[in-house]
């Protein structure tokens, strides 16, 4: 999915996210995009959210399954980095209870193989 058609995506199903996706800066960075992006699904969650934040992570979970290695990447090292969810009990619950399984598994994955 090339960076024009994630920014459609988002943009359709979020209209909130129109400018900043489609901004002459940020439309080929794929980085950026999903920044915007998870900045938007955070304050979702921070307000509460919960019909926004599922439907934040569903749309993001429909993304990592189209994605090339490229997107993929992007996703997991910027979009679910950026979530900021890790490291509150709050956080973790809310993306384990809320987010598709595939998703979680990709969100977790950093988690888990991290040192003590």
Do not use: W
């Not at 189209?66 to 619950?93: K, P, V, W």
């Amino acid at each position: 999915m090339s960076p024009l058609e994630t920014a459609a995506l988002l943009t359709s199903e979020f209209p909130e996210l129109k400018q900043a996706p489609h901004a002459p800066k940020m439309s080929g960075s794929l980085y950026r995009q999903l920044d915007c992006f998870a900045d938007f699904t955070r304050r979702a969650a921070d307000a509460g959210r919960l019909d926004v934040l599922q439907h934040c992570f569903a749309v993001a979970d429909r993304l990592l399954h189209h994605a090339d290695h490229c997107l993929r990447t992007a996703i997991e090292t910027g979009y679910l980095h950026g979530l900021h969810l890790d490291g509150s009990t709050r956080g973790n619950q809310l993306a384990r209870q809320l987010m598709p399984a595939a998703l979680y598994q990709s969100f977790a994955r950093p988690h888990t193989t991290m040192l003590p």
